[in-house]
C-alpha cells in the first residue's frame, strides 16, 4: 500500500481450509467469489487477515500445530470457536435467521431463535482479537453479516480508528428488515464503521431507509450523521479476477479440457454453477430446462445442461433437504425425458477446482445465473472474464446484483418458468454475430471494474473518510424500550449512547 498502512481483513470464513491427506496435513482454497476475491487482495498487499478456520478439533494435535504455523506464514490469524458456538452462531443465528431474512426468504425463519447471544459472543471474540494485532493507522475492513455487531463493539477500544464494512448480500427493504428482532442492534453495530459498502444503489437505499426508520440519526445524501458520529455509506459493486480468469482460460491444459466437454460439435450445453442453496433457484431452473424440452422436443438429444451443486451447510437439516429435492428433480427429468444414448441433465454435486470451473465456461454455449436473490454472484462475472473468445451467452437474473451492470444479458425472471424457458431457447438460437456483440460488451463492464478495481476504491474512500467517534447525542430522547435495547447492547460490550436510537 502507497502510504505503507496495513490492512486487516476481517470476514467469518478465512481463505483456506485445512483438512488431511494421507498423514499430512494440508490447506486448500476455499471456494467461493468472496473468499477468492479477498485472497486475490491479501496475496498483493502486507495484509492481516482474522477469520475462523473452521472446526479442527478432529485433527490430531500435532496437526493442528501445523495448521497454526501455516496459516500463521500466510498472515493468518485464526479466531477459534468450539463446535457448540459454531453451530449456534454460524448454523444457528447466521444462516438459519439472517441468511434467509436478508434474502427475502421470511418463511425459512424459524420458531425459536436462542442463538442470539451466541451471536453476540463471537462478534466479541472478532472484535477482541482485531484489538489485539491493530496498530495505529491501520484500516480495518470488515466483511459481511456474520459480523454486523462488530464495528460497533471495536468503536469502544479504538474510537479513532478507520473501519470499513462491506454487506456482500441484500440489504432487503426496510419492512422486510424491519421482521429481525435485533434491527437496532445490526444497525448500531454496523453505524460502527466509518464507510459502509454495499453491492448496488438499492441495497445502499434500503439501508438509509431502515436507519431513517429505526434510528433517531440524520440521513443526508450518502452521509449518516448524529452528534459528533458520522458514517458514509457507498456503492462498490465486487468484481471478478479478471486477469486470473482470461489466463487460465488461455492456458493450453485449458483449451483442451473445454474441447472435450464439447463434445459433438452439434449439441450445446448450457452451463449452471451454484453452491446448493435455496436462493440460488435451481429447481426453477431445472423446471424451466424440462419446458424448454417440452415447447423444443427437436432440441432432445441436442443440448444438454451441467449443473454444478457445490456443497453447502453440509449436515444442516433444511440443506439436505434440499439436496434431496434438487436431486430428485434431476432423476426425474432424466428419467422422462432422457432416452438412450443422451441424458438431459449432468449433475455433478461437488466442488470444481478453478481449471476445470474455467473449461466449464469456455465450454458452454449458454451460462444460466438465475437466482431468486443474490447479492452480486459473481458466477455472472467469471464466465464473461472466461469468455476470451466473445462468445457465449449469459441468462442473469433480475434479482441478482450483477445485473445492475451486465445488462447486455439476456434478463429473466427466476420465478417465471414459462418465461425463463423462452429466454433458454432465444439464448440457443442466438446467431453468431449479436453472441459477439453481446460478450465484448459484457467483457468490457466486467474489465472495468475487477476485483482489483473494487479493493482499491474501496480502501481509497476508506482512507480518504473522516475517522468516526462513538455516537453521542441526537436529537430525539429515547423511548423506555430502545433504552432497554442500548443497556444489553451495552452489556454485550457495545457502547452506542443511549441517544443513538428513536
Known amino acids: 500500500m502507497a502510504d505503507s498502512r496495513r490492512l486487516l481483513i476481517v470476514s467469518n470464513r478465512l481463505p483456506f481450509n485445512a483438512h488431511m491427506e494421507g498423514d499430512e496435513v494440508a490447506l486448500t482454497p476455499t471456494a467461493g467469489g468472496v473468499a477468492s476475491g479477498l485472497r486475490v487482495l491479501h496475496e498483493e498487499t502486507e495484509s492481516i487477515w482474522i477469520g475462523w478456520p473452521g472446526d479442527l478439533s478432529s485433527l490430531p494435535r500435532k496437526q493442528r500445530a501445523i495448521v497454526r504455523t501455516q496459516l500463521r506464514d500466510r498472515r493468518i490469524v485464526p479466531v477459534h470457536l468450539s463446535r457448540g458456538e459454531a453451530q449456534e452462531y454460524y448454523d ?3 444462516n438459519g435467521i439472517l441468511w434467509p431474512l436478508l434474502h427475502y426468504q421470511i418463511d425459512r425463519i424459524p420458531l425459536a431463535t436462542p442463538e442470539w447471544r451466541t451471536f453476540r459472543q463471537v462478534n466479541q471474540r472478532f472484535a477482541d482479537a482485531i484489538v489485539e494485532h491493530y496498530r495505529p493507522g491501520d484500516l480495518i475492513w470488515i466483511h459481511d453479516y456474520h459480523l454486523m455487531l462488530v464495528p460497533g463493539l471495536l468503536r469502544s477500544y479504538l474510537p479513532d480508528a478507520e473501519i470499513g464494512f462491506f454487506l456482500h448480500v441484500p440489504f432487503p427493504a426496510a419492512d ?8 437496532r442492534e445490526m444497525l448500531q453495530g454496523m453505524l460502527g464503521a466509518t464507510l459502509l459498502g454495499f453491492h448496488t444503489g438499492g441495497y445502499a437505499s434500503h439501508f438509509m431507509d431502515a436507519v431513517r426508520s429505526l434510528t433517531a440519526l440524520d440521513v443526508d445524501g450518502s452521509l449518516i450523521t448524529g452528534g459528533a458520529r458520522a458514517a458514509r455509506v457507498g456503492v462498490y459493486p465486487m468484481g471478478a479476477d479478471v486477469v486470473g480468469f482470461g489466463r487460465m482460460a488461455d492456458s493450453p491444459v485449458v483449451a483442451q479440457a473445454s474441447a472435450g466437454l464439447a463434445g459433438s460439435p452439434d449439441q450445446k450445453i448450457l452451463l449452471g ?8 433457484g435451481i429447481p426453477r431452473r431445472l423446471l424451466a430446462y424440462e419446458q424448454l424440452l417440452k415447447n423444443n422436443p427437436d432440441l432432445c438429444g441436442r443440448v444438454r445442461l451441467i449443473q454444478i451443486g457445490v456443497p453447502s451447510r453440509v449436515g444442516v437439516p433444511s440443506y439436505e433437504r434440499f439436496r434431496e429435492q434438487v436431486e430428485e428433480l434431476v432423476g426425474r427429468i432424466n428419467g422422462q425425458m432422457g432416452r438412450v444414448g443422451w441424458t438431459p441433465i449432468e449433475y455433478l454435486y461437488r466442488s470444481v477446482p478453478p481449471e476445470q470451473l474455467v473449461s466449464l465456461y469456455r465450454a458452454a454455449d449458454v451460462m444460466l445465473v438465475t437466482p431468486l436473490r443474490d447479492g452480486m454472484n459473481l458466477v455472472a462475472k467469471e464466465y464473461v472474464a472466461a469468455r476470451t473468445d466473445h462468445d457465449g451467452v449469459l441468462v442473469l437474473s433480475e434479482f441478482a446484483g450483477a445485473a445492475n451492470e451486465l445488462s447486455e444479458a439476456l434478463s429473466v425472471n427466476p420465478y417465471a418458468i414459462d418465461d425463463m424457458a423462452e429466454a433458454f431457447e432465444r439464448a440457443l438460437a442466438m446467431g453468431e ?36 467517534p462513538v455516537l453521542q447525542r441526537c436529537a430525539v430522547t429515547p423511548r423506555p424500550a430502545a433504552m432497554a435495547i442500548v443497556r444489553a447492547a451495552a452489556g454485550a460490550g457495545g457502547s452506542v449512547s443511549s441517544r443513538a436510537i428513536a
Open 92 to 94: 444457528g443465528f447466521c
Open 433 to 468: 454475430n449479436e453472441r459477439r456483440q453481446r460478450m465484448t460488451a459484457l467483457r468490457r463492464s466486467v474489465a472495468a471494474r475487477d476485483v482489483r478495481w473494487w479493493a482499491s476504491t474501496f480502501i481509497r474512500d476508506l482512507k480518504e473518510s473522516v475517522p468516526a
Open 176 to 183: 422486510v428488515f424491519r421482521i429481525l428482532p435485533w434491527r
Open 273 to 280: 454453477v451454484d453452491r446448493l442453496d435455496y436462493t440460488k
